[in-house]
């Protein structure tokens, strides 16, 4: 697996909404996680991508968005 590079996930931090947004035409999926490695969010998309998050906690959350040959991207962001 390789480093994906092409994908924007903005604001950061967030306050009702992010954004992810796939710099190639390929299809991703993105997979949203609390500090107790808890799944909260798991959706697909190919061009762009917006979350509700105006339910999610004051906290901070961690990523990971993979396309279909496994290249991975992983950050976090900041829920205000």
Not at 13 to 22: E, L, R, T, Y
């Amino acid at each position: 697996t390789n480093e994906l590079k092409e994908v924007i996930v903005y604001p950061n931090p967030v306050n009702d909404f992010i954004s992810i947004k796939g710099l190639n035409n390929k299809d991703y999926s993105i997979k949203i996680f609390d500090s107790n490695s808890k799944l909260i969010s798991s959706k697909s998309f190919s061009e762009v991508l917006t979350i509700d998050t105006s339910n999610f906690s004051v906290w901070i959350y961690f990523y990971t968005i993979e396309d279909l040959n496994k290249n991975k991207q992983t950050g976090k962001f900041i829920k205000q």
